[in-house]
């Protein structure tokens, strides 16, 4: 028996059940190594521990806590009245506190694994906190859950690998000893992707990949970086540009989301426009799955070696194997990075403004189309004095009354715009950019607008918590469609969202905002963010979900996809069969078959296996063997 | 008995073997129907029946056959000197005339599939012209053997499907009576991924997709068309171009090749730089495998749906179905079209030209440096008259005794130059251009040298059939690699090359030439032809394929991949353990076992199955069931 097993102790009661491992860590890492999650992210909620939304009642104003933000601690002045007329949230009223952590269920524990396991790994731990961050994503129902419930099934350990062989290690022993591996990054899926399956007997072990983190090399001639996949996104960025480089790949996630998380996801960032989404960063990959470890060869610019097995693994959510390492491509730091925002008379005028950017290949890194309630729900967020706020309203009424004649505060639309990359081609788009916005009565609002505008982004997971505290329940979905499809499908997809909540007894007209962003020629990203009143319904989550998925079948009807970027997890799952011939399914599920004979990547996400079901009633792990 | 099989009448010999078929031919085609490629394409070598290369010994040039290309039947002044003295090669040696057809073996033919077929195709053939045009692709072995030999395999007939429909039931039908299809488009493949394989003893039916050539729909809002895959390039650009679109995708085969094709190589095109690779380009495709026909069921511009099954479609070279439709990004067509050249002082000033292009994506729609033989090789395939020559090559001696102090006609590369787009972003990419170039001693050679320079392109299989009747066997093959390995890469790949062909007994120095091409940030496409005298060689294209194949190690040994756009095929499914993990190729075979169980997409390309072999000295098919 080797020295980690000899450490441990599983206590068990005389039916086998595990009540306890001591001691819970064992952390071969060095003092650099990352700290837990739940030292620095909340163990009910979204985000910092330090950062929250909170409302001063003798103020009268909103504020963001603690001093990571650079607006954090300023006076949300606009937000009580904004969210009282437009939302229907009464902001004194008194929140529902949730829980600190919920309560976690013992353990399964596979002896004979962890025995094998010997001191492959940088870090072992049976710790409930990680357990249970381990156990979920961001979705609406595992954050509800998080606060006010519990999970059905908890990762019984958590392994922090230090190095791709002991990823080797692991999947081998899985194999071996029927365990199932959870690849877990940042943990900001919001697809259930990372939610347990209840009826799962054997341990599951979540694979934290967050001390995998290292930039192996960067290779300035050939413009290509070699990473760890446990690298989070903003600490990826900061050690390339030690080097004079990036990724430029920016989700909104970036503060806590992996390497290996955005490839599993096949992610798209805030900046696609000019940097790519993450197929077109990726160059290779190394990925362990239990037929062994694929990658290519070497790195090459574009190849045709016949069927692209990257594309098997991007998008892949952890069902065929754990991603250790990727080669990405990178970019020179831009020397520009302009923020601006214009104004357009109404959301169809800056949709097409949108329409033309593409077809003509405008394509600042970033530009969003946000639709007039969107707008002013940035206002309320924005800590700007109500002075300059109408300063810049009048401003905009005057334009318009004597360019276009007329203009209505409740029609409006912003488009918040962000150029980076060289001088000549940032001037060489903005030349155009504002040829194309002329042509749309597009008027500049200036470069702090736009600045603004996309501090939202960040806050937004943290305005969910705020709203859920306070009987308001949201979440943001996200489509892509074609150009043609994109305004009707708002508009269906807003009525859709109305009916479905009144059906459901929702007393107060749903939020239901929009906005129109990453550009393609052949069509757009649509983001659409749905709050509803939870007040008096039964099953506050149950009835958004219902709500949530009657939209998605009217965004398909309407020309939309399931997924721009979020994935498919197990939230989406069951519409799949209804945007691919029915072979694909067939294709995909032989794929894992092939892979991953064992389920040992026993996600549960994107098809069901053809498997024999749990016996029902039967909940609770069944006792192990013994060492 | 349906009426199909009630008109065919199969004669056979006492032990079985099928003796002819009549009629040869059913057609239910209308009169628009495409002519059956016999009709206008050569049988013993390359490119349209009018088209060749030839020698006036009086009038002392070579010339172009035909009146098909603008430079048809004007004369090649310089080609004499320079083949003699860059290649080796006499244009007045007699040249070793090929035969008009190679002799074909009668048709193994399943006749329960064909009467079960019905009148479920829009042409069935047995003509031993069509017959052999579809045992074929145009790789230098195959081109030897139609000039010289014979194939070992015939595929035993073609059906020309008319519609989805068709191929559905061809699909069906060959798996309920263990018949092998192979899809056909243009037929210009270059890695014997047509060439049948001998020990098949099963009916071959080959697909002819180019009866399926329509273009279904036109949508420029959201700049998408739809197109059977039968349809051939130039054909789908002139039916684009009506709508005032074009897909500008353009392979050096775009003239035979077809957008099916283009799909199962994972083709590139010479314009790849603004219009993108062909995985760019399409958004949907409909192919129709074994287990059902796949699609997405709408066109949405990206997605995350699990992994994307067209990037296993995209490539697979015919062994998972046949594409019968694709849905495909479109461009306005483009406002400007300008040709331009430059001279640089060497290969190695082009080559930092190229890469500063690409690290700042200054992309013209075409970007090509070629090596000093290479540029000399295209004033040899030029038309202009001896003077003219002169005094360029004189402008360009001054220009460089003045700024750089010297330059030696010997040593000068040229980058040609095409830019398409609209005026903004050619005239934005121009200037960008020209000051990399000006950085790296560039000097414009002019318009009329960059538009010749492409001509090569189209000349370039027709000048390997005028050089196997002159006792020397050519190719061309290429790679991509990061573009610090691109110089070692040429000069390692031409002393590979003449060091195999003295081991192998060639007398004279091969002919090996390099061309920079397309554009990556993290590295760049080569093109290379390759040239070797065979006189006195026993065998010539054995002789060729053994220095390819070290050729082929040694790129790879230097970072150069496996294959840019040419594809992997049957000719080089060797080296491809060599650049993916073992379990790739697993993978890859798992998809094959599970999309097509029963092999009936037996091309045999990319991966070899682990199926009994045949039984040696059995070549021939042995005799079917009988009605």
Chains 1, 2 share one sequence.
């Not at 209840?198 to 001390?211: F, H, L, Y």
């Not at 794929?591 to 996600?603: E, G, I, L, S, T």
Request: charged share 25%; glycine share 8%; with cysteine.
């Amino acid at each position: 028996m080797d020295k980690v097993a000899a450490k441990l102790r599983v206590v068990r009661n005389s039916l086998g059940h595990v009540q306890a491992v001591e001691p819970t860590i064992i952390d071969h890492g060095s003092p650099e190594a990352p700290r837990p999650k739940y030292e620095y992210f909340k163990l009910n909620g979204w985000g910092y521990n330090d950062t929250k939304i909170l409302f001063d009642s003798a103020k009268n104003c909103g504020y963001v806590t603690g001093s990571r933000y650079s607006f954090a601690k300023l006076p949300l002045t606009q937000l009580e009245e904004f969210v009282k007329r437009d939302v229907g949230l009464d902001v004194r009223s008194k929140a529902k506190l949730p829980q600190d952590m919920m309560a976690v269920d013992p353990p399964y524990v596979n002896e004979p694994f962890i025995s094998d396991l010997g001191d492959s790994f940088s870090r072992l731990s049976f710790d409930d906190r990680e357990r249970m961050t381990h156990s979920h994503g961001h979705t609406l129902d595992e954050m509800y859950r998080a606060k006010f419930g519990k999970f059905d099934r908890f990762a019984d350990c958590v392994v922090y690998p230090g190095e791709h062989d002991h990823v080797e290690k692991l999947v081998k022993l899985a194999v071996k000893h029927g365990v199932v591996l959870i690849p877990y990054g940042g943990g900001t899926n919001v697809t259930k992707a990372l939610l347990l399956l209840k009826e799962e007997k054997r341990m599951i072990v979540s694979i934290d990949m967050t001390r995998m983190n290292k930039v192996k090399w960067v290779d300035k001639v050939n413009m290509l970086a070699c990473a760890e996949s446990g690298i989070i996104g903003v600490d990826l960025e900061k050690e390339l540009q030690k080097s004079g480089v990036c990724t430029g790949h920016e989700p909104d996630s970036v503060e806590f989301s992996t390497l290996g998380g955005w490839i599993a996801t096949r992610a798209s960032g805030m900046k696609k426009n000019y940097y790519g989404n993450i197929e077109d960063i990726v160059m290779n990959l190394r990925v362990v799955t239990p037929i062994g470890t694929y990658e290519k060869l070497s790195v090459w610019p574009r190849i045709s070696n016949g069927p692209d097995l990257f594309h098997m693994i991007m998008g892949s959510e952890g069902i065929f194997g754990i991603v250790t390492e990727a080669t990405i491509r990178v970019r020179k730091l831009a020397e520009v990075h302009e923020y601006d925002s214009l104004v357009f008379p109404s959301f169809e005028d800056g949709e097409k403004f949108m329409w033309e950017l593409a077809r003509n290949r405008v394509y600042p890194a970033s530009v969003r189309l946000v639709d007039n309630i969107q707008f002013r729900f940035a206002v309320a967020f924005s800590v700007a004095p109500q002075s300059l706020k109408s300063d810049f309203l009048q401003r905009i009424a005057r334009f318009y009354l004597t360019r276009i004649k007329g203009y209505d505060p409740y029609k409006l639309a912003v488009a918040t715009l962000l150029f980076e990359g060289s001088t000549e081609e940032t001037q060489y788009q903005k030349k155009l950019l504002y040829e194309i916005a002329e042509r749309h009565s597009g008027m500049s609002a200036g470069e702090e607008n736009g600045r603004k505008g996309y501090r939202l982004t960040f806050l937004i997971a943290y305005i969910r918590d705020f709203a859920m505290e306070h009987d308001f329940i949201a979440e943001s979905l996200e489509t892509s469609a074609p150009w043609s499809k994109v305004l009707p499908l708002c508009e269906n997809t807003k009525k859709q969202v109305k009916e479905s909540a009144a059906k459901l007894g929702v007393t107060i007209d749903p939020f239901v905002t929009f906005r129109i962003t990453l550009l393609y020629e052949t069509g757009a990203t649509v983001y659409i963010y749905i709050a509803i009143c939870s007040r008096g319904l039964k099953d506050p989550v149950a009835a958004y979900e219902k709500i949530e998925e009657e939209a998605r079948w009217c965004i398909i009807r309407n020309g939309g996809s399931l997924s721009h970027h979020h994935g498919v997890g197990k939230l989406r799952k069951k519409f799949l069969p209804h945007v691919m011939a029915p072979c694909g399914l067939e294709i995909i599920r032989g794929m894992k078959q092939n892979v991953d004979p064992r389920n040992v990547f026993a996600a549960g996400n994107i098809v069901d296996l053809e498997e024999p079901k749990a016996k029902s009633g039967e909940d609770k792990p069944s006792p192990t063997p013994k060492l």
